[in-house]
């Protein structure tokens, strides 16, 4: 018998069956272990329990449901991560539970894209097979724990009365020299210095320099106040010997400070962040010059703003406020001349309108002219007299006419005359329309009495008709079928009725 010739594609040789493939043997069934789906997930659950138990995680929170139990669900996924919209992911995400009986701190300030480091014991839900992190700690990260150590600042601060409005201070109206502090390569000196050469190139800037922003920026601004305080204290002589620290700055003048300039560019939470600790605000409050804080842009707002004495949307808008009162007087002295002439040009035509007022009334008031006006009202007086006199007697004559005239009208003779006639009149009138109204009437009666005479049953009777009715029921009977036997009947005739029965 031949050999099965073997294909091209046959490689079985090369390549034997694996004990797990279809090909190779099967174990005896009391060899093999079987689990159900539930007891291999209660194994799973034990080891995780044991091996991982209680860990910390971080990540970021997304799919945040509070069920009105109090529970807390959310998933936790790494930073960066993003869920597809079939709900799958292209990175490791987390299933994590916070039960309402956890005392847990910042539970209220959980929300989606919060960065969090959670504390919790890894364990599976068994009715999803799916395992989970059972919530025991959460630490906020990022900027929502900036933000909540915000809030607790500004109330602790607020409560000390660092906030109070009471104790802000006016900035000088003009200031000759102001202290700066900020960082020496940032836009925010830039800006300031642009817009104090633009508005006050005179006024004198000490400058401290330090840092804004990383490790060690809140002790360099909060030192940067305090050197600038010194500095400002002993050029105005109040005290006798200098400081250490005063040799960093440049100038040399005797006098002091008017104010100090806290200020930075805008920025993250976290760039902004050294104005937000306690050290800078204490600085600031502390300050025996008035301090302007202009940190960040318009929407910025950190606790150096709360507790300066001024705040600005900007450092340029800070270097405006600051040199307002000098550049509002260079205006003012620059349009002077102008406002000058326009006052005096003002006065002389108000003078010049007062003169001729005065003239006219001058001329209105003089006694020939008031002789003159009474003159001519007695002329007007005298002619009016007369019009009034010639009018009245015109009009008694008209009156007396009309009265004569009407008088030989109305004569009481001729009026009885007039009434008897008509009175006389309508009476014969109304006699004829009353006779004609009754003859009508009486027409019409009987004319209708012979109409209904003509209708009437007695009209057909006397032709020799009668009338059959019912004795008990007084139903006229107009079909013979529809008489009874022994029924009882009433025959009208044209005199007399006839009553009678019915037989078979």
């Not at 040799?247 to 050294?274: H, N």
Request: aromatic share 6%.
């Amino acid at each position: 018998m031949s050999k099965p010739t073997k294909s091209q594609w046959d490689f079985g040789e090369l390549f034997p069956p694996s004990p797990g493939s279809l090909g190779a043997t099967v174990p005896a069934e009391g060899v093999r272990k079987v689990l159900s789906v539930s007891e291999l997930t209660a194994q799973v659950r034990r080891l995780l329990e044991k091996q991982v138990g209680s860990v910390w995680v971080s990540g970021e929170i997304t799919n945040l449901r509070a069920q009105s139990s109090g529970h807390m669900y959310f998933t936790l996924k790494d930073a960066g991560a993003q869920l597809r919209s079939d709900a799958s992911t292209r990175a490791a995400v987390l299933s994590c539970v916070l039960f309402r009986g956890e005392a847990v701190m910042n539970r209220n300030a959980l929300q989606d894209g919060q960065k969090v480091l959670l504390q919790g014991d890894v364990t599976v839900y068994e009715a999803r097979g799916q395992y989970q992190l059972i919530v025991r700690a959460v630490e906020l990260q990022g900027v929502g724990a900036l933000q909540i150590a915000f809030e607790k600042l500004k109330q602790k601060l607020a409560a000390e009365g660092l906030f109070a409005p009471e104790r802000k201070r006016p900035l000088p109206e003009y200031p000759q020299r102001i202290g700066l502090v900020t960082s020496p390569t940032g836009a925010a000196i830039r800006d300031v210095l642009h817009v104090v050469q633009r508005r006050n190139p005179a006024l004198e800037i000490i400058f401290a320099p330090c840092r804004v922003q990383g490790d060690g920026a809140t002790a360099e601004i909060a030192a940067a106040i305090r050197l600038l305080n010194e500095f400002s204290s002993r050029s105005s002589g109040r005290e006798s010997a200098p400081s250490e620290s005063q040799s960093r700055l440049t100038s040399a003048a005797t006098m002091g400070l008017d104010l100090i300039l806290v200020t930075r560019g805008g920025g993250s939470l976290e760039d902004l962040w050294a104005f937000n600790e306690e050290v800078v605000a204490r600085a600031i409050f502390e300050s025996a010059l008035p301090v302007v804080s202009a940190v960040g842009h318009e929407i910025d707002f950190t606790i150096s703003d709360f507790v300066a004495d001024v705040r600005a949307a900007t450092p340029s808008a800070a270097a405006e406020i600051i040199t307002e009162g000098v550049f509002a007087s260079r205006e003012f002295v620059a349009e002077a001349p102008g406002v000058l002439r326009r006052k005096v040009r003002q006065q002389l035509e108000g003078v010049t309108t007062e003169f001729e007022q005065l003239q006219g009334r001058l001329t209105r008031a003089h006694p020939r002219r008031r002789l003159d006006e009474f003159l001519q009202r007695l002329d007007d007086l005298q002619s009016g007299l007369l019009r009034c006199a010639k009018q009245g007697t015109k009009e008694r004559q008209v009156n007396w006419h009309n009265l004569a005239t009407r008088l030989l009208r109305v004569r009481p003779a001729q009026l009885l005359k007039q009434r008897r006639e008509l009175l006389q009149a309508t009476r014969h009138r109304l006699s004829e329309l009353t006779q004609g109204h009754l003859r009508t009437w009486q027409n019409r009666y009987h004319a209708t009495e012979s109409r209904l005479r003509l209708l009437g049953p007695e009209q057909v009777l006397s032709r020799g008709y009668s009338i059959t009715t019912d004795v008990a029921t007084g139903t006229v009977l107009r079909e013979a079928a529809k008489v009874k036997t022994g029924q009882r009947l009433k025959t009208r005739l044209k005199t007399g009725e006839i009553f009678s029965r019915t037989e078979e």
